[in-house]
């Protein structure tokens, strides 16, 4: 497969692209140095800093549908230069970079709104908006760069920002652990990534995309299957993937605006577009591929039995995060036309799951921060503006037609089923299963937080609607959940036919595509009909007795006693070790030897006493010596 990838130089407007990631960054810096003296105003100015940069990437996205190329490039200065690698600090403005520069700011600007609101009566609200600002200009850089080392940069940023954005409660041991649990498991991913990145610059000398894709083609087949899986074990790692899933629900300790941001419109997707963005290395190798596609599918279903088993309405929808990515996963991974598909699901997603994030803010809200969806019911009465838009978000993401998941989900299904071979009954089948169980989980946990009996505990007198600067976010992003899929379905694959490979010709599955709507709708009609007839009238407030399946799906399928037992026992021991080593070893030898010196030191200096009689004696002493040597040496005593 040939590979030709041709950027050009930017002119005219888009020769400012750079504003894209400088004006969040300016406001994040003036938010965490100026302290204080910004807390009265400082929230706005990180609104304000995201909603000019949605401004700027519409204008920049109308521009270049204006352009021939439909790719421009910009370079600002050499970032480094180290022996045969030269890296440019340089920005990549194509269709790939400019749909997720509009997801990252739109979607992100109305989580900004919205935490106006939802932070109002936090004292560090400040710092959160300067954290916030810092994490969107990171996510610009990294789908911006231009480059791998690029991409990288703002991949370590995102990585920090989300550190300090799970953790800003730090008050809260919870919260603290939750952000050094995300910080690590992204450090196992990030390696993957900057490992890769050394291969591409042994084997071709360059970081650059256009040279690094243009070059691959004459590579071993075993130097692109090394190179897509540790690409691959970065991406699973910021997305949440298996076996990296793990930081990803407990990242729910932060605020709910982040839970939002992280899951719905930045983080996460970061590795999806990784995968995209390096199609022309993932396309050179089918185990690669079916390696890809086999992380998705199982990702897709862990998500999906973990998240039916749980009570926490932010961790129910935070396993849905980690359910729908492998979706995503899964069409990446097919190829072809399916690339294309992958991303609509993603903007899709980025509509309805931070639709339902920022209604689970609401709820809270006005639950007295109550999470448990055992604890809730009959809210509808009480929060209509949340019971609807969260309504829009189930619908859509359980594929309803006409709502966007039905429109960028179920072509995904249908892409499963035409691979080709005896795995289209595999993944498709996986995927259909997990269509089911979508339906089946959210439908719980709609029910039993809007419908059913009042389960509410005693301080809760009367629950109430968020006010209007939380609702009307969430007004947009319905609307967004209702109608996106069915705009973005045949407009988003021509726009990124430039970047992404697009579908060769008529596809013959196992299954015929109406055949796979028809399962798909009746799959999720079942699913969503059990859980409603199940839970319509509540669950029981304490624990039962359960069967294995849902006590290893509460237990999260025993991966983090998984994670516990063979990474970080065995860690923690050997740390132990080593340090008792470096104790009782290294310095114990260090130490004795300054001790032994330090004692001679101590027993030669009583030798000067001060006395000239003293050393009179030891002079005579030693010429004594010496003499009686000589002597023996010449009457041969010493032979």
Known sequence: MEHTVEYAQGTGLLSSVWLLVAIPLASAAILLLLGRRVDRWGHWLGVASVGAAFVLGLTYFFQLRGLENKSVEVSLWEFFAVGGLNVDFGLLFDPLAAVFVLLITGVGFLIHVYAVGYMAHDAGRRKFFGYFNLFVAAMLLLVLGNNYVMLYVGWEGVGLASYLLISFWTDRPSAATAGKKAFLMNRVGDAGLAIAIFIMFATLGTTQYDEVFNGVEGLAAGTILVMGLLLLLGAAGKSGQFPLQAWLPDAMEGPTPVSALIHAATMVTAGVYLIARSNPIFSENATLQTVVVSVGALTLLIGCVIGAAKDDIKRVLAWSTVSQIGYMFLGVGLGGGAYA?????????????????????????????????????????????????????????????????????????AAAFERGDWTSWLFGGAALLGAGLTAFYMTRLFVLTFHGPKRWTEDIDHPHESPPIMTVPLILLGIGSVAAGALMVSSVPNWLAPVLPEAEGEAHGVLSHTAVTILSIVVTVLGAGLAWALFRGGTALQPRPAGVLVTAARRNLYTDAFNEAVFEKPGIFLTRALVFLDNRGIDELVNGLAATVGGGSGRLRRLQTGFVRSYAMSILTGALLVVGAFLALQMGWLA
Do not use: C
Not at 350 to 370: C, E, R, T, W, Y
Not at 378 to 395: D, E, P, Q, R
């Open 341 to 413: 598909l992958a991303i609509v699901h993603l903007l899709a997603h980025g509509f309805f799951k931070a639709n339902m994030f920022l209604g689970a803010g609401s709820v809270m809200h006005g639950m007295k921060d109550q999470v448990d969806i055992r604890r809730f019911g009959a809210l509808s009465k009480y929060m209509k503006i949340t019971w609807i838009t969260f309504g829009t978000g189930w619908l859509a993401i359980i594929g309803i037609p006409p709502l966007s998941g039905y429109f960028s989900k179920e072509p995904i299904i």
